[in-house]
């Protein structure tokens, strides 16, 4: 069971550059999001999905895109990459059924933007 | 909007000693309050959180948190620190969007340092 897998774990862009952190979950969960961490600002969420096909804006949306085409996978985009996105990225997932589920978190992709 | 804040950027602590590290929240409603660690290089972890029922919530690795309603906080305390909870701790907050979606609001973060 590995839980949920974020690749690649380092990246270096240059301005202007596209690219997709890829993210996947394999304990069938419904939720998954997109944060960015910062130092001093928390965690601040991206994007989020409650499902396949379904997906909704988080408090920093600008500048990305985000799909859901299976349960399995959520990458997000960067469709033209600024130095303000230099930052980790991490990806969670948890169940949408019940209680207040814990999220479960990917050990996060750390992007450089030059 | 709901919103937990941590007062503290960095809390030192002995081994051995009592821990506590501080989160106050801001929400509508009933509260649902959770911490999470971070140890460098990994994502979050859960440690526990508090729905409903009472006030003192014990969690993963020792710790427990107190919810104090009237005080608005939402407290991590251990008894006993180890150098090894040496991390990151996160406090966060949930509310819900149209699609009864729970979102999180984190806290900006503690840096607890264990010291032997």
């Known amino acids: 069971n590995a839980g949920v897998t974020q690749t690649p774990k380092f990246q270096v862009l240059k301005t202007g550059q596209s690219m997709t952190l890829q993210c996947a979950q394999d304990m069938n969960h419904e939720y998954m999001s997109w944060y960015r961490q910062d130092p001093g600002m928390g965690l601040r969420l991206i994007h989020y999905s409650v499902g396949a096909g379904i997906t909704d804006q988080g408090e920093v949306p600008n500048g990305y895109n985000v799909s859901r085409s299976t349960t399995e996978d959520f990458p997000l985009r960067l469709l033209s990459a600024a130095p303000s996105q230099t930052s980790v990225y991490f990806c969670?997932?948890?169940?949408?059924?019940?209680?207040?589920?814990?999220?479960?978190f990917g050990d996060g992709t750390r992007l450089s933007i030059l | 909007a709901q919103s937990v804040a941590q007062p503290e950027d960095q809390v030192n602590v002995a081994e051995g000693n009592p821990l506590t590290v501080k989160c106050t929240y801001s929400v509508s409603g009933n509260p649902y309050l959770f911490w999470y660690v971070q140890y460098p290089n990994r994502g979050l972890q859960f440690l526990l959180k508090y729905i409903t029922g009472d006030n003192l919530v014990k969690g993963s690795y020792g710790f427990e948190a107190e919810f104090n309603k009237s005080q608005t906080s939402f407290h991590l305390k251990k008894p006993s620190a180890l150098v090894s909870d040496s991390a990151l701790y996160f406090c966060a907050v949930r509310d819900l969007d149209r699609y009864n979606f729970n979102k999180f609001y984190f806290g900006s973060g503690t840096k607890l340092n264990v010291k032997p």
């Open positions: 969670a997932s948890r169940h949408g059924q019940g209680d207040v589920q814990p999220q479960h």
